[in-house]
Nanobody, 124 residues
Framework: QVQLVESGGGLVQAGGSLRLSCAASGRTFSSYTMGWFRQAPGKEQRETVATISKGGGSRTYAASVKGRFTISRDNFKSTVYLQMKSLKPEDTAVYYC????????????????WGQGTQVTVSS
């Protein structure tokens, strides 16, 4: 199983930017579909923010972040990134990265390995 560690969260003003990183270890990183998810305060469900295929050629985004967030991966560094721009207060959440060996997975229930999360807070 792959181990995942997120970093890069913090407090930022609305309109600002942050880049989250998720470092993987334990198994061959390139054999995993990767995703970023978030859980907002007071919400029980995690939502999919973005996913990226094993080779990086296919990406999906939630409608709420399309055009503002970019997911990418570096298979040599075993790391997946989430570049976030034009941040809004409603982006405030704990952000998680997750991995799964199946292709084409997108929902939180589809991913088998999770990191511990990193807090992103956007002030207005």
């Amino acid at each position: 199983q792959v181990q995942l560690v997120e970093s890069g969260g913090g407090l930022v003003q609305a309109g600002g930017s942050l880049r989250l990183s998720c470092a993987a270890s334990g198994r061959t990183f390139s054999s995993y579909t990767m995703g970023w998810f978030r859980q907002a305060p007071g919400k029980e469900q995690r939502e999919t923010v973005a996913t990226i295929s094993k080779g990086g050629g296919s990406r999906t985004y939630a409608a709420s972040v399309k055009g503002r967030f970019t997911i990418s991966r570096d298979n040599f560094k075993s790391t997946v990134y989430l570049q976030m721009k034009s941040l809004k207060p409603e982006d405030t959440a704990v952000y998680y990265c997750a991995a799964d060996q199946r292709a084409g997975v997108m929902g939180p229930a589809d991913f088998g390995s999770w990191g511990q999360g990193t807090q992103v807070t956007v002030s207005s």
